[in-house]
């Protein structure tokens, strides 16, 4: 069993920037794919970027890419997603996930542990 724990939302102007964090509980985190998705209201939980198991390869949406980065740390346990140039298009809620999978690619079905998810709102 994993337990994922969401922080660093928040209310932020387009242009600034926001860091996410997501602390894994119960079970290490490099037996895992890590990502973020994000759902924003009256819309499907969308993928938005994931990272391996070792830290070498990540993937990105193409909305996200040269704007946010997605890292980790194997021995905190911990996953960041560095959001830089935000724009008001990323309002969402923002959730943490992990997936035990072989493949690189990360869908909601994919996907084994969900955080809580943490709100990130960006104003004009």
């Known amino acids: 069993q994993v337990q994922l724990v969401e922080s660093g939302g928040g209310l932020v102007q387009a242009g600034g920037s926001l860091r996410l964090s997501c602390a894994a509980s119960?079970?290490?985190?490099?037996?895992?794919?890590m990502g973020w998705f994000r759902q924003a209201p009256g819309k499907e939980r969308d993928f938005v970027a994931l990272?391996?198991?070792?830290?070498?390869?990540?993937d990105y949406t193409d909305s996200v890419k040269g704007r946010f980065t997605i890292s980790r740390d194997n021995a905190k346990n911990t996953v960041y997603l560095q959001m830089n140039s935000l724009k008001p298009e990323d309002t969402a809620v923002y959730y943490c996930?992990?997936?035990?999978?072989?493949?690189?690619?990360?869908?909601?079905?994919?996907?084994?542990?969900w955080g809580q998810g943490t709100q990130v709102t960006v104003s004009s």
């Open positions: 119960g079970r290490t985190l490099r037996d895992s794919i």
């Open positions: 996930a992990a997936d035990s999978g072989v493949i690189l690619k990360m869908t909601t079905s994919s996907v084994d542990y």
């Open positions: 990272i391996s198991r070792s830290g070498h390869t990540t």
